[in-house]
């Protein structure tokens, strides 16, 4: 099992939809939690980190269930400029900073 | 402020040929400091991670190694490259540390041929 798993995608969805991206992750003692933005041929960018009590940034909101080991990200309101990838990425030891691992990714098409 | 550099931005080499990338980081002190792989349309593969000078974890078997010979700086070496090591290779770094603020800041990246 891969210590961090995503909807294979792609999505493709209308400007203005409600788009949903699921991740779970394998290892119970991970303790930070982020969602990074990929265009293409470019190097992931920091889109949100991922706090228990749930966040907003504007039209994203990102949560996190330890219970089940899964976060989310909602993004409401899509723009045709939110078509990039999405990945996952877990803080996979307890250490000092440890390993971050990042999931296949998820790539999302916004159409007009 | 904190900057990450890493170079060539593009790379052709030929198979059987070793191979040097460069990252440093500019701006904080004893980052961690990471070398993920990215294939085609796939996702990132951790390849190496570093807490400290020296201290270096491999993550996945191969003809690739690196080393941390200063705090800031990570370099990723092969003696001969493979077809298969085709990629774009990014570096990466983060705070150390527990919990929140240890997300990490990437690279531009290289985009390596091997043919």
């Known amino acids: 099992r891969k210590e961090v798993e995503q909807d294979p995608g792609p999505f493709n969805v209308p400007e203005g939809a409600t788009v949903a991206f699921n991740c779970t992750y394998s290892?119970?003692?991970?303790?930070?939690f982020f969602w990074y933005r990929q265009d293409c041929r470019k190097e992931p960018k920091l889109l949100m980190s991922v706090y228990s009590s749930g966040n907003e940034d504007g039209r994203f909101t990102a949560q996190l269930n330890r219970a089940s080991q899964y976060i989310s990200l909602l993004i409401r309101d899509s723009k045709l400029s939110d078509s990039a990838t999405y990945l996952c990425v877990v803080n996979s030891r307890y250490n000092q900073g440890g390993k971050l691992i990042f999931g296949q990714g998820t790539e999302l098409s916004v159409k007009p | 402020s904190q900057t990450i550099h890493q170079w060539p931005a593009t790379l052709v080499q030929p198979v059987g040929s070793p191979l040097s990338l460069e990252c440093t980081v500019e701006?904080?002190?004893?980052?961690?400091l990471y070398w993920y792989r990215q294939a085609a349309g796939r996702g990132l593969q951790l390849l190496f991670y570093?807490?400290?000078?020296?201290?270096i974890s491999s993550e996945v078997p191969q003809n690739l190694s690196a080393s941390r010979p200063q705090d800031r700086q990570f370099i990723l070496s092969s003696k001969k490259l493979l077809l298969s090591d085709s990629g774009f290779y990014l570096c990466a770094w983060s705070r150390t540390g527990k919990g929140k603020g240890t997300e990490a800041f990437f690279g531009q990246g290289t985009r390596l041929t091997v043919v």
């Open positions: 570093s807490v400290g000078i020296g201290q």
């Open positions: 701006g904080t002190s004893n980052p961690n």
């Open positions: 290892n119970s003692a991970s303790q930070s």
